[in-house]
């Protein structure tokens, strides 16, 4: 059973940044893709990043591009989501979530190609 871990959230101004991290508890963590979903409340889920298993590719919701970054550091079996010039619309519960091995795509989807979740950290932004 793969435990992913989340910590970083916080309540932070509007402009402000926050570095979330996602520790799994995965010894083969490198052959992995690994994703950040949010979720506000009355709202769906929905994709904010996705790093391939090699760390080569990234991809971001147009909505966080250029704000946000995905990195992985194989060596920690951690991911992390560094997140500049946060809105209020940020304001989510954020989670990591694995994609199957060597994963190829697509990333930007419901989740359903993703079958292990985090417990979740909430980011919330003041105006």
């Known amino acids: 059973q793969v435990q992913l871990v989340e910590s970083g959230g916080g309540l932070v101004q509007a402009g402000g940044s926050l570095r979330l991290s996602c520790a799994a508890s995965?010894?083969?963590?490198?052959?992995?893709?690994w994703a950040w979903f949010r979720q506000a409340p009355g709202k769906a889920r929905e994709f904010v990043a996705a790093?391939?298993?090699?760390?080569?590719?990234?991809y971001y919701a147009d909505s966080v591009k250029g704000r946000f970054t995905i990195s992985r550091d194989n060596a920690k079996m951690t991911v992390y989501l560094q997140m500049n010039s946060l809105k209020p619309e940020d304001t989510a519960g954020y989670y990591c979530?694995?994609?199957?091995?060597?994963?190829?795509?697509?990333?930007?989807?419901?989740?359903?190609?993703?079958?292990?979740w985090g417990q979740g950290t909430q980011v919330t932004v003041s105006s």
């Open positions: 995965e010894r083969t963590f490198s052959i992995y893709a």
């Open positions: 979530a694995r994609a199957g091995a060597f994963y190829s795509g697509p990333f930007a989807d419901t989740g359903r190609n993703y079958d292990y």
């Open positions: 790093i391939s298993w090699d760390g080569k590719n990234t």
